[in-house]
C-alpha cells in the first residue's frame, strides 16, 4: 500500500505548513495535536483531517493565540468517533477574556497586545502571507495609530533588539517585517481622503544620515487620513536637498526624523524654520517639526515642535491647516 493510503510524514507537513518539524513534534507531545492513527505504532503519519487541525493551530497561533490555547481551541473541532452532528468551529470557541498573549515569538516583546505576538509569530516564521492579512486586518480594527503605535512599534522595536543581541542573525525577519509595515502604510496613506492639490503639503524627510523611514510613513498615513497633502523624501536627505525641496513646494510643516541624537542637526532644523517663501509683503515659513528620539534633550527653538507620538504630531499639523483655514476665510 503506498504511503498516501497511510498518510504523509511529519517532514513532509511541516514542508506544507511552512513550519518546523520540531515544531509540529512538539504540539503533538505538548499539547495533543498529532495523528489519529500512527504507522506501526509509533511513527507518526498524517491523514487530511490531521494536517487540517494542524491548518488551524497555525492559523490560531499566527493570529496571537497562545499555542495552549489555541491547541484546546483545535481539539475541540477534532470529531470523536461515533459521535452524531458537525463539530464546533474554531472561531465558535471562546479564546480568553484577556486581549494579552503568552510567550512564543522568541522575541523580546514584554507585555504587549494579542496582536502583537501574532505578527511577531509570522515576522519569525518569515510568513509574508500571515503578515499582510494582520496588518491589514489591525488597521481596520484599530485605526492607523493605534495600530502603529501598539502593534507595529513594538514588533519593529522587538525584531531590532533581538538582531542587536544576535550577531547577524534575524536580519531576514527585520528587513520582510519591515517591508510589509511600509506596504501596509503605504496603502493606508493611498486610500485616504482625497487630497486638495493646490493645498500647501507637508514635507516629511530623515534628517542627513538618517536611514529610519517608517516612522514618518506611518506620519505620511495619519495625515493622508485627515485629507492633508504630503510630500515625503525619506531617508538621509542631504541638506541641500532639503533646502530644495522647502523652497520649491512651500510647504505648511515640516517634519525632520532623527532616530538618534547623533543625527540630530539642530542647525539645518533651524536653517528650514527661517526659509521664508512666497510674494513680498506675505512671506511665510513653515512650521518645523523635530520629529523622533534624536532630538530629545533640547529646547525647541521659535517656529519649532517636538510631539511626544504620531498621535500628537497628527493633532499638531490638522491644527495648523485648521487655523490656516480660519485664517483664509476671515
Known amino acids: 500500500m503506498s504511503d498516501s493510503a497511510h498518510g504523509i510524514t511529519t517532514g513532509a507537513v511541516a514542508r506544507r505548513l511552512g513550519v518546523s518539524p520540531t515544531t509540529v513534534r512538539s504540539w503533538d507531545q505538548r499539547y495533543g495535536i498529532g495523528p489519529a492513527v500512527r504507522a506501526d505504532g509509533r511513527h507518526r503519519r ?18 496571537g493565540v497562545p499555542p495552549a490555547e489555541a491547541a484546546r481551541a483545535v481539539q475541540r473541532t477534532r470529531p470523536v468517533p461515533g459521535a452524531a452532528g458537525p463539530a464546533a468551529s474554531p472561531q465558535d470557541v471562546p479564546l480568553g477574556s484577556t486581549g494579552r498573549a503568552g510567550p512564543g515569538s522568541g522575541l523580546p516583546l514584554g507585555d504587549v497586545r494579542q496582536e ?16 499582510e492579512r494582520m496588518l491589514q486586518e489591525v488597521l481596520a480594527e484599530h485605526g492607523l495609530v493605534t495600530a502603529w503605535e501598539e502593534i507595529m512599534a513594538p514588533t519593529l522595536h522587538a525584531v531590532g533588539r533581538k538582531w542587536e543581541s544576535s550577531g547577524d542573525r534575524y536580519v531576514e525577519v527585520e528587513h520582510l517585517l519591515s517591508w510589509h509595515v511600509s506596504t501596509a502604510l503605504r496603502r493606508a496613506a493611498v486610500t485616504g481622503p482625497a487630497v486638495a492639490s493646490s493645498a500647501a503639503p507637508v514635507v516629511l524627510a530623515c534628517v542627513p544620515g538618517e536611514q529610519h523611514t517608517l516612522p514618518l510613513e506611518a506620519f505620511a498615513a495619519g495625515l493622508a487620513e485627515q485629507g492633508l497633502p504630503t ?16 523652497r520649491r513646494s512651500g510647504p505648511a510643516a515640516v517634519a525632520l526624523w532623527s532616530q538618534a541624537r547623533s543625527t540630530a542637526n539642530h542647525a539645518l532644523a533651524q536653517h528650514v524654520a527661517a526659509t521664508a517663501f512666497g510674494v513680498r509683503g506675505a512671506r511665510t515659513a513653515p512650521l518645523v517639526l523635530l520629529a523622533g528620539p534624536g532630538w530629545l534633550g533640547r529646547t525647541p527653538a521659535p517656529g519649532m515642535v517636538r510631539p511626544t507620538g504620531l498621535r500628537e504630531a497628527i493633532g499638531v499639523v490638522s491644527r495648523l491647516y485648521g487655523a490656516q483655514a480660519g485664517s483664509a476665510e476671515a
Open 231 to 246: 510630500r515625503m523624501f525619506g531617508a538621509a536627505v542631504p541638506a541641500e536637498a532639503l533646502d530644495a525641496a522647502v
Open 46 to 63: 498524517w491523514s487530511p483531517e490531521d494536517i487540517a487541525m494542524l491548518e488551524e493551530m497555525c492559523r490560531l497561533t499566527a493570529s
Open 116 to 131: 502583537c505576538r501574532g505578527l511577531a509569530r509570522a515576522a519569525v516564521r518569515l510568513d509574508g502571507p500571515a503578515m
